[in-house]
């Protein structure tokens, strides 16, 4: 380079990193060489109105603070981050994670004894569930960071091409358990578009001062799309609008903060008997979300497959219908799904040819949401034991046990539905060159909605038998269903 040459090369970096940028807040997606537009875009899903708690915007002043601190987060939190020493470091971050993706690791087993990380069944809405538990991050003395960072992705590319819910209980995060400012960035970064456009709700649960300081910093880097996801939950009886938390594993740590915080407010006093009264009230005659098989057949003169059920599979099973892109993997719009509910549980007919016609998501998601609300779910819980055991058999094993499960010990009426639903799924499966839904795709949305404890909160460890069973009804239910 001629260094009498006054003119300098452009730089790179962003200008936003060094300070000259003229948008305050530019969104990520300007660092990427470039961003197509795909099919489905974040804005098909209304906002989940939160009756408790506010849509995040991009304000700093919107955000709820957990009424009492944990104790747990410096005050000095420019010293704490060691800010000084690490923003002059931010072009280094702009290449993201190369060592990390050369890193084949099999198993993570080093992470995932912790139990930092869980995938539960579906939200209300539908969506998959990711937990992450801030409390359960040993010290950082024990855990390497990058293998959690990797360890994070494995787990999440098993769900990122369907819409997901992330849920973080921030309570338990320490000066010994934090991982550095630099390592978030490098984070963020590595969660590229892949994992963001279909993540439609990230719950921040007991939120502190450490959140709207991590906001602040990270202003330049989140999109304003990225941050209208973002939701404060201060108490769990928030979070249980949107999810159901009897399948989180919910650390105790966590259950004792939010008793805690519950406590310190005398204006929530009167929600948990609240919610008491409603679950103990007796449902409408004609209900079908959130009952049993028993009573809604009870209540349907004697029909085994519930008229939801019919009505769902009778609009999917149209050509159209079978061949949409992402079906049972796309959410729909949360306002409609609880108006059908609503309108279903109050007797009221529904014909969504009629009612919402094109509209093949919004049926999909009420039959999985009809599955995952039941009493009872349709494998039973005495089988559960039995499930989770499934992938230490050998192939004849396999089959053997599933006949054996379905044709002997599941109930008749249930049996009659499974058998229903997995005639249906094959007509699906039939399409998968045109909507993508192979039996592992379907078995991965279905299995948590099929199979659940009774005793234990779902964990990472069960989902994977799940959803093996599930597939392998799918594939086989030929095989199966002879009866």
Known sequence: MNRD??????SAIPAYLVGDAED???????IHDYEPNLEFDDTELQQPVNTEGDVIGIEAEE????????????????????????????????????????????????VSQHGIVDVVGDDTYGRKVIVV????????KVLDHNRLLSYLMHTLDNYVETDYTVVYFHHGLNSQNKPSFRWLLQAYRAFDRKYKKNLKALYL?????????????????????????????????????????????????????????????ANKSGQDSQVDSASSSQPLPTQQFG???QFIKNHNNGQVIPPIVCR?????????????????????????????????NRGEAIDFQQDFPGDYHLAAVTLKTFLRELKEPLMTFDLFDDIINFQRLNKEERAQMVKTLILERLPEDNYILLKYLAQFLAKVQDRSDLNKMTSFNLAVVFGPN??????????????????????????????????
């Open 5 to 10: 040459n006054p003119s300098k090369p452009k």
């Open 24 to 30: 305050p807040y530019p969104s990520l997606s300007d």
């Open 63 to 110: 955000f709820l603070e957990t009424p009492v601190s944990d104790g747990t987060i410096e005050e000095n939190f420019e010293e704490a981050f060691g800010l000084p020493s690490l923003i002059p470091e931010y072009p280094s971050l702009i290449p993201v994670l190369g060592e990390l993706s050369k890193e084949v690791v099999d198993d993570f087993i080093d």
């Open 133 to 140: 538990s801030a409390c359960r991050l040993p010290s950082n």
């Open 205 to 265: 649960v007991h939120p502190t001062n450490f959140i709207r300081v991590i906001w602040q910093l990270f202003k330049p880097f989140i999109s304003i799309k990225f941050g209208r996801k973002m939701m404060y939950v201060n108490y769990l009886s928030e979070l249980g609008n949107h999810i159901h938390l009897n399948q989180v594993c919910i650390p105790p740590a966590v259950l004792k903060h939010d008793a805690m915080l519950m406590s310190k407010n």
């Open 291 to 293: 009952v049993s098989l």
């Open 312 to 344: 769902c599979v009778e609009f999917l099973s149209q050509p159209d219908a079978l061949e949409t892109e992402g079906l049972f993997r796309r959410s729909a719009s949360v306002t409609l799904v609880r108006d059908v509910q609503s309108r279903i």
């Open 450 to 483: 099929l199979v659940w404890s009774q005793n234990q909160q779902m964990s990472l460890s069960a989902i994977g038998p799940i959803n093996a069973l599930t597939e392998h009804i799918l594939s086989h239910y030929a095989e199966i269903f002879i009866l």
